[in-house]
Nanobody, 118 residues
């Protein structure tokens, strides 16, 4: 079992930046692809980004490509999501996830709220 705890969410104006962090504990998340998804009110959860264990491979949703950057520090069991040029439509609860197999993640955090005001 892997426990994931997100932090760094908050309220920001459009055009601003936030950096989310996700700390993994319990059974080590080393070796796992990790990622972020988000869920806006009244909408289904959607994929945002994922990163391989080595960090060499990253993949982004088209809606965030060029604005968001995912990274990880395996020594700290932490994955990050740097979000720049934020838009009101980025408002959502952001969830950290680990272990990507068969097209889906196994472990999920509780989420952190990101609100972008116009």
């Amino acid at each position: 079992q892997v426990q994931l705890v997100e932090s760094g969410g908050g309220l920001v104006q459009a055009g601003g930046s936030l950096k989310l962090s996700c700390s993994a504990s319990g059974r080590t998340a080393n070796g796992y692809t990790m990622g972020w998804s988000r869920q806006a009110p009244g909408k289904e959860r959607e994929f945002v980004a994922r990163i391989s264990f080595s960090g060499a491979n990253t993949f982004y949703a088209n809606s965030v490509k060029g604005r968001f950057t995912i990274s990880r520090d395996n020594a700290k069991n932490t994955v990050y999501l740097q979000m720049n040029s934020l838009k009101p439509e980025d408002t959502a609860v952001y969830y950290c996830a680990a272990r990507f197999t068969d097209g889906k993640f196994t472990y999920w955090g509780q989420g952190t709220q990101v609100t972008v005001s116009s």
